[in-house]
């Protein structure tokens, strides 16, 4: 399995960005996917997941309300939309998989397989 992040860049506080995870090499409504994020010298920290079928997202708290996340099978994708972005969500976003689904929201180590990372810079 591989995963391609993209869509990151530099924007000013309040505009929206949408990051794109492509999933190549598994079928793809096998996997769940989710979102995390790590800012300089901080730890690696979840930011939103969506379940196989789609049907269930979970966040955390931090971006309730201004993020979401969807899938289009037909192009084995999962985005993240981000609006109204804060200087706080500077970070690189990074894309994984879970193939094996045993818990949910899945810890960060249940996650088996992990994108490049994007970087997202929010200027205020």
């Known amino acids: 399995v591989q995963l391609q992040a993209c869509g990151g860049g530099l924007v000013q506080a309040g505009a929206s960005l949408r990051l794109s995870c492509v999933v190549s090499g598994r079928a793809f409504s096998r996997l769940l996917v989710g979102w995390f994020r790590q800012a300089p010298g901080k730890e690696r920290e979840f930011v939103a997941v969506i379940s196989r079928s789609g049907t269930s997202t979970y966040f955390t708290d931090s971006v309730k309300g201004r993020f979401t996340i969807s899938g289009d099978n037909a192009k084995n994708t999962v985005y993240l939309q981000m609006n109204s972005l804060k200087a706080e969500d500077t970070a690189v976003y990074y894309c994984?998989?879970?193939?094996?689904?045993?818990?949910?929201?899945?810890?960060?180590?249940?996650?088996?397989?992990w994108g490049q990372g994007s970087l997202v810079t929010v200027s205020s």
């Open positions: 994984a998989a879970d193939r094996v689904y045993s818990s949910w929201p899945p810890h960060i180590t249940d996650y088996d397989y």
